[in-house]
């Protein structure tokens, strides 16, 4: 069975940072490009940053760009996002799930709260 468990969400003042993780299990970790997610309240899903099998390429969406950092462990089989400057509209459930259409079944997400 697949399953994402993201962790690490938290409070935290504008302009701090915050390190959020995905646990993933259930499929072949290291063989799929993955993607961040967020929703915030009241707004649809959307992209955050995405990573490459290798971890070698990554994509960021303009709003995060040069304050997140998107990383991955295939051995772990972990994902990981750092994210500095946070901002108070960055707050939102974050999850992961594969970058392609093809999504498996989404997690619970990581809730983080900015404020200011």
């Known amino acids: 069975e697949v399953q994402f468990v993201e962790s690490g969400g938290g409070l935290v003042q504008a302009g701090g940072s915050l390190s959020v993780s995905c646990a993933a299990s259930g499929f072949s970790f290291g063989t799929y490009d993955m993607a961040w997610y967020r929703r915030a309240p009241g707004q649809e899903r959307e992209l955050v940053a995405s990573i490459s099998r290798s971890g070698g390429s990554t994509t960021y969406a303009d709003s995060v760009k040069g304050r997140f950092t998107v990383s991955r462990d295939n051995g772990k089989k972990t994902m990981y996002l750092q994210m500095n400057r946070l901002k108070v509209e960055d707050t939102a459930v974050y999850y992961c799930?594969?970058?392609?259409?093809?999504?498996?079944?989404w997690g619970q997400g990581t809730q983080v709260t900015v404020f200011s």
């Open positions: 799930n594969r970058a392609s259409q093809d999504k498996y079944m």
